[in-house]
C-alpha cells in the first residue's frame, strides 16, 4: 500500500486547511484510516481517525470541532477538513493505514501498518 498525503501549507490563524490521502497498490475501503502528525522536537501523535464506512469517526480533544476525517472509497482516499486552525496544529501530519480493523479504531500509531509521506502545515500566529 502506498499513501500520499498531500494538502498541507502556510495560513493563518483562522484559516482552513483540506488535506487528502490517496492510496494505491491496494484498496483501503475495508479498513480504518488514520491521521497524525508530529511537531519538531515532539513525538507523533493522533489526530482522527475514521472506519471503513465513515460511520464511526474519533478526535483528538483539541481538534474536536474544528476537523473533520471523512473518506471516499471509491476515489481510495481519505480527508481530513482543518478549520479555525491555531498555531498549535502547525506539524508534519500524517496518514496511516490500519490493516487489522475495520470498525475498531485505535489511537495507537503502531498500530497502524502503512504511512504516508507527511505533508507539513504551518499555522502562522
Known amino acids: 500500500v502506498q499513501l500520499q498525503a498531500s494538502g498541507g501549507g502556510l495560513v493563518q490563524t483562522g484559516d482552513s486547511l483540506r488535506l487528502s490521502c490517496a492510496a494505491s497498490g491496494r484498496t483501503v475501503s475495508s479498513y480504518v484510516m488514520g491521521w497524525f502528525r508530529q511537531a519538531p522536537g515532539k513525538e507523533r501523535e493522533f489526530v482522527a481517525a475514521?472506519?471503513?464506512?465513515?460511520?464511526?469517526?474519533f478526535y483528538k480533544d483539541s481538534v474536536r470541532g474544528r476537523f473533520t476525517i471523512s473518506r471516499d472509497n471509491a476515489k481510495n482516499t481519505v480527508y481530513l477538513q482543518m478549520n479555525r486552525l491555531k498555531p498549535e496544529d502547525s506539524a508534519l501530519y500524517y496518514c496511516?493505514?490500519?490493516?487489522?480493523?475495520?470498525?475498531?479504531?485505535?489511537?495507537?500509531?503502531?498500530?497502524?501498518?502503512?504511512w504516508g509521506q507527511g505533508t507539513l502545515v504551518t499555522v502562522s500566529s
Open positions: 475514521i472506519n471503513w464506512n465513515g460511520v464511526g469517526t
Open positions: 496511516a493505514v490500519d490493516l487489522d480493523n475495520e470498525v475498531k479504531i485505535t489511537t495507537r500509531p503502531a498500530q497502524y501498518d502503512y
